[in-house]
């Protein structure tokens, strides 16, 4: 056991930011959650959009619906990734590794979200949805104003869970060569060789912090009480 | 109306897709003159020749040479670590233009890749513990090999010395792990690569790098290409042939395998290897 | 760009196949081990015992925070340093890179298990585990015959979604060499180029798979809501009443 060898200032450097103060190149945690963030927004706009098709009654609204959420739920996230980085290039377009990695946990967790939106649209009572119809709202606008704001507290804790994930899911990059927290721990492993234990279980301490403090930072929004005195200074 | 959308969007298909076909039939040292970036698929976990360094900067033997390639063609290059379960697709998608990353010269790879003239010869030989007992390949009866799982040794062992088990790993630095922690008793391939590792493991007295009775086989290094692209494949082995006669290839060799690095190899150990060279 | 889905009758079809039948394997086994350490864990959190708790939060959380991939690549590397010799041994001879996986999902799944099997037996009401231990059943068949038959009704869908999540990661386990179905892949695009082919046919087996699981679920916690159904007419054996 030898936590001095892993502890250095260079390999914590690596692990944080990979080589971007040596030539240039990001990596490590920076571009896990440079990914995990950008593919979190996707994500929830997917799941959004998706999710009212989902609950709405139009067949051809629903329909495709499901079917892109059963696909996705269904199959494994790797081949996802796979799809995007190693398909497109037989048709001429070639997409990044981070590219293809955010593109692959976006459409993923779309589908995930899709249902807790389903599931935080169902919650909201039929009166109030009704009332608004009745005060002449059309279906969207009562969508947006009516439906998604009263549903987001509900979903708040659901989503967070399915953030978390996302985050894990990044892990997933190294497998296309991106320097990513898992790819520079990894390196270093291999470089250092007889420290694997130390090595990977600061890689756990990193993505075990990172998450806490995501699920921390939304149960800070769940209280609706300070969510007002943080946001709208009421 | 839809059919005048189908038809626009079926034509707008065809056009990119033949536009790709005309396309592919540039050359890639044309491309990356134009680019200005030569994208080479190198190791990065193989000590010497191709690896990281502390600060992440890439470095080796092949490195040197692949700098300097660049240098001579007035390009910059971009570096994809490559391993061998992957190194094939990633050319063949035009995500790198050469792979300079050990790759020995086979037949069989020589139908999915082109070579260039070989930039050093490298007999294969086994790493094994130093209380094994293991002299030879005779040795293996019975014992657990580790290798590479695209390595020319997976299918070259069991044809010398059937009663050993073969266990793949995704990388040599894995193999050389089992290797230490005892789930393999020998590691087969290129006597750099065992030399590079075993200098870079913590207890290199640990082990013992079988000389000429462990040697089972041999291989050329090549630069791999795509196929048919006689331009390139002429361009590099040109400059490969020009870095060994104005003497870069023995400044690299001597810094990091010969006698200014910690292996202290001579060419003797690479059954005095010389490349081709083509006279004017 | 020609594609050619007859070579999946060939060669690469016979190598998906093979990955199939490991991809089968490895779910099997982590899903057998993982429901022993969840059932485990799950029913000693919810008996309350206090000074397990801790460790018992500990590994729920741990598995919940940090990535299956990593914890695949944690086992691989130091298995050898944390096993006991005999064990490290038994797990190269059994196939290392496969024990080593099937040791990392059943440890990662076993803490989600754990929570599912706390949540159904949270479902019922703890006065029925009183009254059996009251009537002198002992801990173990109080649990048999009371509590868990009961708690089955909740367990069971819950219990699906983590089996295809398992199956899911099981395509995690081709980081450490394992050749299941996704490692195929690569195989195959690298040697016959046949990827596309090779990619489209694998998914379809993953969404099978998955789905045909999801579907044995859905049927199982049918046939039991059948049975609750109807047992309700007859006087339950314990009431809380």
């Not at chain 1, 993923?108 to 169902?122: D, P, S």
């Not at chain 2, 990356?32 to 994208?39: A, C, H, I, Q, T």
């Not at chain 2, 023995?250 to 010969?258: I, P, R, T, V």
């Not at chain 3, 779910?27 to 460790?55: D, H, M, N, Q, Y």
Request: proline share 3%.
């Amino acid at each position: 056991m030898s936590w001095e060898q892993v502890w250095t200032a260079a390999n914590w450097e690596r692990l944080l930011v990979g080589d971007l103060f040596n030539t240039g190149q990001p990596g490590g945690l920076l571009v896990t959650l440079e990914i995990g963030l950008a593919a979190i927004l996707a994500g929830t706009l997917i799941g959004a959009v998706l999710g009212v098709m989902r609950s709405s009654e139009r067949r051809w609204l629903w329909i495709p619906a499901i079917l892109y959420i059963q696909t996705f739920r269904n199959v494994p996230l790797l081949i996802l990734v796979f799809w995007a980085f190693f398909v497109p290039p037989m048709f001429g377009v070639e997409l990044s590794q981070f590219t293809s990695v955010m593109l692959a946990i976006s459409l993923f967790t779309g589908a995930y979200i899709a249902e807790i939106v389903r599931g935080g649209i169902r919650s909201i009572a039929p009166g109030h949805i009704e009332a608004a119809r009745a005060l002449g709202m059309g279906r969207l606008q009562v969508t947006m104003w009516i439906v998604i704001p009263q549903a987001f507290f509900s979903m708040l804790p659901a989503l967070a869970g399915r953030y978390v994930v996302s985050i894990k899911n990044t892990s997933l990059a190294f497998l296309i060569g991106l320097a990513d927290l898992t790819e520079i721990g990894k390196q270093i492993g291999a470089r250092l060789m007889t420290a694997p234990i130390e090595i990977y279980l600061t890689l756990f301490l990193i993505y075990f912090v990172v998450n806490r403090g995501i699920s921390a930072a939304t149960r800070l929004l769940e209280s609706r009480e300070r969510f007002n005195a943080l946001f709208l200074h009421v | 109306m839809k059919l005048n959308m189908r038809s626009m969007l079926c034509g707008l298909l065809v056009a990119t897709v033949s536009s790709i076909a005309v396309a592919q039939e540039k050359s890639m040292i044309d491309e990356v003159k134009e680019r200005g970036v030569l994208r080479a698929g190198v190791k990065n976990d193989a000590p010497h020749l191709g690896f990281t360094d502390e600060k992440g900067q890439y470095a080796g033997f092949e490195i040197d040479l692949l700098n300097d390639l660049a240098r001579r063609l007035g390009v910059k290059v971009e570096y994809t670590p490559v391993k061998a379960s992957n190194r094939v697709q990633l050319l063949q998608q035009k995500r790198i233009d050469i792979i300079f990353a050990t790759v020995s010269h086979y037949r069989s790879r020589d139908q999915v890749v082109d070579y260039t003239v070989a930039y050093l010869y490298t007999p294969q030989t086994l790493l094994v513990r130093k209380d094994s007992g293991i002299k030879s390949v005779a040795d293996l009866a019975n014992k657990r090999v580790g290798a590479d799982a695209a390595a020319g040794s997976v299918k070259k062992i069991p044809k010398m010395q059937p009663k050993a088990t073969i266990q793949t790993f995704q990388g040599w630095p894995e193999a050389f792990f089992a290797l230490e922690r005892g789930t393999v008793d020998a590691v087969a391939t290129d006597n750099i690569i065992l030399a590079g590792l075993r200098a870079a493991s913590p207890d290199p007295s640990k082990y013992v790098l079988l000389g000429s009775q462990g040697i089972f086989s041999g291989g050329y290094y090549g630069v791999a290409l795509r196929q048919n692209d006689s331009k390139s494949r002429d361009t590099l082995n040109f400059l490969l042939q020009d870095q060994w006669v104005d003497g870069t290839w023995q400044k690299a060799f001597d810094k990091w395998l010969g006698k200014d690095s910690e292996l202290k190899m001579t060419l003797e150990d690479f059954d005095n290897f010389k490349m081709e060279i083509w006279d004017n | 760009m020609n594609l050619d889905f007859s070579v999946l009758w060939g060669e690469p079809g016979r190598l998906i196949v093979q990955g199939l039948v490991m991809t089968l394997k490895l779910s099997a086994w982590s899903l057998l081990f993982a429901s022993i350490i969840g059932l485990f864990f799950g029913t000693v959190r919810w008996l309350g015992i206090r000074w397990l708790e801790p460790i018992c939060w500990f590994y729920v959380e741990f598995s919940r925070n940090t990535p299956p991939v990593v914890q695949i690549l944690f086992w691989y590397f130091s298995a050898s340093y944390i096993l006991p010799h005999w064990m490290f041994l038994e797990l190269r001879d059994f196939g290392y890179e496969f024990g080593a996986a099937v040791l990392a999902l059943s440890i990662y799944h076993g803490a989600f298990v754990a929570e599912v099997i706390r949540a159904g037996l949270n479902s019922i009401q703890k006065g029925q585990y009183e009254a059996s231990r009251a009537l002198g059943l002992g801990l173990t068949q109080s649990l048999r015959f009371v509590v868990l038959p009961q708690a089955t009704r909740v367990i069971v869908p819950l219990l699906t979604n983590e089996a295809t999540g398992l199956i899911k990661n099981t395509s995690l386990a081709m980081a450490i060499g394992v050749v299941e179905m996704t490692y195929q892949y690569k195989n195959i695009d690298n040697f016959m180029f046949r990827g596309v082919e090779a990619l489209t046919a694998i998914t379809v087996i993953y969404l099978v798979l998955c789905l045909a699981t999801s579907g044995v679920g859905a049927l199982l916690s049918w046939h039991l809501s059948k049975h609750a159904r109807g047992r309700a007419t007859r006087r339950p054996v314990l009431t809380s009443e």
